[in-house]
């Protein structure tokens, strides 16, 4: 006999043996100790933790929104999108983009207005 057929052999004498159901049962005595030594191994049951505070539809949008993080990420995008939308209107026009990629037009320090605007004037 081959070693691959004796433990082919093996094999199915352990699986018949097992469909006979005659599988040896732990004692009762056996499983209550058992039994005894796991619930000494788990651990205490938790307290439940006090119901906390109900908070405020900000205090919910701010934390939703990722704290202070987030919030002044939001902040910092609004404030560029009004400086862009007050300041640079003119330019964001196709032609504007246009003169400002081709060259057309120059901006110097000195066409600063008084209230720190551009002046866009012909000439």
Avoid: C
């Avoid at 081959?2 to 433990?7: E, G, L, Y």
């Avoid at 990629?101 to 720190?116: A, N, P, Q, R």
């Amino acid at each position: 006999m081959t070693d691959k057929q004796s433990m082919d052999d093996l094999l199915d004498n352990m699986f018949a043996e097992a469909r006979t159901g005659d599988a040896a049962q732990p004692s009762d005595d056996f499983m209550a100790r058992m039994l005894a030594e796991a619930e000494a191994h788990q651990p205490p049951a938790a307290t439940l933790a006090p119901e906390p505070a109900r908070r405020g539809l900000w205090q919910l949008i701010y934390d939703t929104v990722g704290g202070w993080q987030g919030a002044s990420g939001l902040v910092a995008a609004t404030m560029a999108s009004v400086w862009i939308g007050f300041s640079g209107a003119e330019t964001l026009t196709v032609e504007g983009l246009q003169a400002v990629i081709s060259g057309d037009t120059e901006y110097y320090l000195s066409d600063l207005g008084g209230d720190f605007s551009f002046d866009f004037e012909e000439g």
